[in-house]
Antibody, heavy 118, light 110 residues
Framework: QVQLQQWGAGLLKPSETLSLTCAVY????????WSWIRQSPGKGLEWIGE???????NYNPSLKTRAAILVDTSKNQFSLNLNSVTAADTGVYYC????????????WGQGTLVTVSS | QSALTQPPSASGSPGQSVTISCTGT?????????VSWYQQHPGKAPKYLIY???KRPSGVPGRFSGSKSGNTAYLTVSGLQAEDEADYYC??????????FGGGTKVTVL
């Protein structure tokens, strides 16, 4: 059974860098893309980007200049850095595993609430 | 790119059917058969219900079905049950390896 466990700082000040990590347990790490998605309070889902085991990335164009997704295959982990955060970046951040077809997300982490406030 | 367009709410009585629409463009929903649907209960992570427009993962009840016509995809929940009350999101592959989500539809079981 595939499980994703995520963690990171939950309270940031404006202009700081958001950093989250997601560890993968069970299943193959090298056969899939690994995504980050966020959800602003009371709002919908927004895809941030994805990475595969070799480090190939795809990003949401609206976040591409601030987001960086990295992979550590030795630990079966991947991470998200989002710089220059503002209050608009407040929300729940999820990590997720891709499926056998493009851009489907069968497995999700538990979510991490990140609040940006001065 | 803008999010896909979903109605904010939908409702039905137990046993009835409800259909949710998800409208995009020819560069996303209309251009690829990579539409997925997710169910999200309050405080929980989304759960995927449908992929590739109409395929159901194992374990998802047959009363959830998906379809697509042109630039609009649809999720139908037949035989509504109390536990179907949740938020539903569509997603679609978009050009240049991008993924778009809809704004979400809150389904209420009356």
């Amino acid at each position: 059974q595939v499980q994703l466990q995520q963690w990171g700082a939950g309270l940031l000040k404006p202009s700081e860098t958001l950093s989250l990590t997601c560890a993968v347990y069970g299943g193959s790490f090298s056969n899939y893309y690994w995504s980050w998605i966020r959800q602003s309070p009371g709002k919908g889902l927004e895809w941030i980007g994805e990475i595969n085991h070799s480090g190939r990335t795809n990003y949401n164009p609206s976040l591409k200049t601030r987001a960086a997704i990295l992979v550590d295959t030795s630990k079966n982990q991947f991470s998200l850095n989002l710089n220059s955060v503002t209050a608009a970046d407040t929300g729940v951040y999820y990590c997720a595993r891709g499926g056998s077809t493009p851009m489907v997300l069968p497995f999700w982490g538990q979510g991490t609430l990140v609040t940006v406030s001065s | 790119q803008s999010a896909l367009t979903q109605p904010p709410s939908a409702s039905g009585s137990p046993g009835q059917s409800v259909t949710i629409s998800c409208t995009g463009t020819s560069r996303d929903v209309g251009g690829y058969d990579y539409v997925s649907w997710y169910q999200q209960h309050p405080g929980k992570a989304p759960k995927y219900l449908i992929y590739e427009v109409k395929k159901r993962p194992s374990g998802v009840p047959g009363r959830f079905s998906g379809s697509k016509s042109g630039n609009t995809a649809y999720l139908t929940v037949s035989g509504l049950q109390a536990e179907d009350e949740a938020d539903y999101y569509c997603s679609s592959y978009a050009a240049s390896n991008n993924l778009l989500f809809g704004g979400g539809t809150k389904v209420t079981v009356l």
